[in-house]
């Protein structure tokens, strides 16, 4: 299918050409894979489930209309399997991100997970859906930390501010209060009126599915949390909060000239 080829086969193939690099060159002795709490969360499970790095989502597939966490649980798992045999002699470590926001360095990181900022910004319409967030910096300094500490080999850690999950467009009352000299507003890409009938229609049998995809209607209308208590005590993170990460994605946005607001008239 064309989400297998262009979602699930990159991604996999493109961890296992990272890692046959890794021992062709015989001096690496750590990975650190960027993975996904894609890799963890299943959707299907009761809204308000909390997830920690124990669990493994084994209900995505292309299917169900979830490539995009088949791919990183797919690639993850290389990753351990890798790291098992016999002639590897470099260990692992896996970060989880939620959905990471925080400062631009380019122009094209705008059009990144950072974009529902700059929708907010612009006044577009988004694709909504209770979401978890992070901040770069946390993402970053976690990734050197798993190089640092010798202990924490073998081990998965979630990324995940304090912040309780909500609806992405809602992302824009945030931005407002912390900006109010912009213009600033965002809205579901799918009218709710819409998108009730969608869901409803989704679960008759056989026609359901080709409505709107299972995986797809649970992972809007769910509410999932992640513990990020391993990344605090292990890595010694910090979270930033949602304001700092709202501040450094619109301060790079703005500042660098990627985009220009609309002043409040």
Known sequence: SDAEAKIVRPSVEGVKNVLASAKLAGTIRR???????????????????????????TYSDVANGDA????????????????????????????NPSVVLGESLTKAHTKATPVVIRQCLYG??????QANYVDVRDVATAHVEALLRQDVAGKRFILNSDVKPFFI??????????????????????????WTALSWFSMLPVVGPMVLPPATRMSVEGEFHFSNAAAKRDLGIEFHSLDDMIRASVDSMVDKGYVKPRPKL
Do not use: C
Not at 72 to 91: C, G, H, L, P, S
Not at 124 to 129: A, G, K, L, M, T
């Open 31 to 57: 990975v650190v894979h960027t993975s996904s709490i894609a890799a963890i969360m299943r959707v299907n499970e009761p809204s308000g489930t909390t997830f920690d790095e124990t669990d493994w989502n």
């Open 68 to 95: 995009y966490g088949l791919a990183k649980r797919r690639a993850e798992e290389i990753v351990w399997e890798t790291v098992k045999q016999d002639d590897i002699n470099f260990d692992a470590v896996a970060i």
């Open 124 to 129: 577009n319409p988004v694709q909504s859906f």
């Open 169 to 194: 467009h809602e992302l824009a009352t945030h931005v407002a209060r912390i900006y109010p000299q912009y213009e600033v507003s965002s809205r579901p890409s799918v009218n709710p009126w819409v």
